[in-house]
């Protein structure tokens, strides 16, 4: 099993930058990617990005303002947010995924998944 844990997340203005953590613990081992998702109130939860934890690759480019990355040393996944709009109010999850796949912008691909963490932005 691994276990995912958010932080990182609040209310910010727009415009303003926010970095969101993802501490993985237990069998991280087996972990090929990790990625983060979000779910907007109202709305089905979307990918945002993901990276391989083995060689650094990243899956999708979310406009350009979101950089993800990663910590081997300290399993750690990182979401850099940077010029929040009020679209970007959502809740973030991070995921774990320990298949092989052209891509990993789909859900069923990810074994675990962390509880998430609230980001809200205001006008």
Partial sequence: ???????????????????????????TYGVRVMGWFRRAPGKEREFVSAISWIDGKVYGSPQ??????????????????????????????CAASTYWAESYSDDPLYDYWGQGTQVTVSS
């Fill in 1 to 27: 099993q691994v276990q995912l844990a958010e932080s990182g997340g609040g209310l910010v203005q727009a415009g303003d930058s926010l970095t969101l953590s993802c501490a993985a613990s237990g069998r």
């Fill in 64 to 93: 350009g303002r979101f950089i993800i990355s990663k910590d081997n040393a300290k399993n750690t996944l990182y979401l850099q947010m940077n010029s929040l709009t009020p679209e970007d109010t959502a809740a973030y999850y």
